[in-house]
């Protein structure tokens, strides 16, 4: 009769926070011997990704079914890089915003620790250690992490121009950073490889943008010489606030451009298409707005969407800086009931 094992209860919180993984060294704190985990790897119940880290579920990330996969995936590979070269390692670079909670990242960002002794060590398993000059860092759980502004600092000159705005983004709406926070870290960038594609994206930061999808979108737009009137605007219709929407551009016959990004955010769940559609048709029925909606993958085409949004203003006859009055809240008027 084959051995049974029952994964101790201790490990459930290092689980949790570790994406699923184990080093070596905390699998022999919790009293999972050698013999233990090479039970479980033969038999396919966990996997060895590398040497000293262990994935106690097995199912292969792409193949994951869960909500929070992309997140997930991003705090796999940060820990998969942290416990590969153990608890002395800094977690620097993307691996640090990971912890910190950041959004943006692709999902292929770069991979880097350093190491609290500064000793050289060979990139193993595509994990750079790097030996940045001295950085402040935070203690999140029980591992070092750089500062998140230095952690921005170190990544964003090695992203793609879109995530890097997304980061730029997301630290803006949710970490607290406020515009001399921004400089700040505009000047901690301005020295680095890589960094004169930043500056004009430093001038596009805005607290509003509420997911990386409509980043890259807002993005698209500015390349394409479109950029919206406004964006998360409040559409009133009889004193009533009938829909907020992504982004707007005001027609010079004084209609509206409504763009949705679909999928993310707000518009997530089926549930929440669902509770759209009655107030899409609301907007299209006052006849006073033109509504596309676009899905995030719609943005890896060539031109992304700015380029179809380009075609329909153009259209239309719009020009850029025309429509200056664009705020928070536009009202409509009711349709004209039919007799």
Not at 46 to 60: C, H, I, N, Q
Request: overall charge positive.
């Amino acid at each position: 009769m084959p051995k049974t094992f029952t994964m101790p209860r201790a490990a459930e919180p290092l689980l949790r926070r570790q994406a699923g993984l184990l080093s070596t060294l905390q699998c022999e704190e919790l009293g999972i011997g050698r013999e233990v985990r090479r039970r479980m790897v033969k038999q396919l119940r966990w996997t060895s990704p590398a040497r000293s880290v262990y994935d106690t579920d097995p199912v292969p990330l792409g193949h994951r079914v869960r909500a929070d996969w992309f997140d997930h995936v991003a705090r796999w590979r940060t820990w998969f890089a942290l416990l590969l070269h153990g608890p002395d390692a800094i977690a620097t670079g993307g691996s640090a915003l990971v912890l910190h909670g950041v959004s943006g990242l692709p999902r292929d960002f770069p991979l880097e620790v350093a190491r609290q002794d500064r000793s050289p060590r060979r990139r193993r398993h595509g994990v750079a250690v790097v030996d940045y000059s001295p950085f402040p860092t935070v203690t999140i759980g029980d591992r070092k992490v750089a500062r998140i502004d230095h952690a921005a600092a170190q990544t964003i000159a090695k992203l793609p121009r879109q995530n890097a705005l997304a980061v730029l983004d997301d630290l803006a709406r949710w970490h607290g950073f406020s515009p001399i926070d921004l400089v700040a870290l505009h000047d901690l960038v301005r020295c680095r490889h890589g960094a004169a594609m930043l500056h004009e994206l430093f001038g596009l930061v805005v607290t509003r943008s509420e997911s990386p999808a409509e980043s890259f979108a807002r993005l698209s737009f500015h390349d394409n010489g479109v950029p919206p009137d406004d964006i998360q605007a409040l559409i009133v219709m009889d004193g009533k606030v009938v829909a907020r929407v992504d982004f707007i551009w005001r027609l010079p016959d004084g209609r509206w451009l409504v763009v949705e990004i679909d999928g993310v955010g707000p518009h997530s769940s089926p549930q929440a298409l669902v509770r759209d559609a009655p107030r899409q048709n609301q907007l299209l029925a006052s006849g006073q707005v033109i509504m596309l909606r676009f899905k995030p993958a719609d943005n890896d085409k060539p031109g992304g969407v700015g380029a179809e949004i380009a075609k329909v203003l153009a259209a239309h006859h719009w020009k850029p800086g025309q429509y200056t009055g664009a705020g928070t809240r536009i009202e409509l008027r009711s349709p004209a009931p039919t007799q």
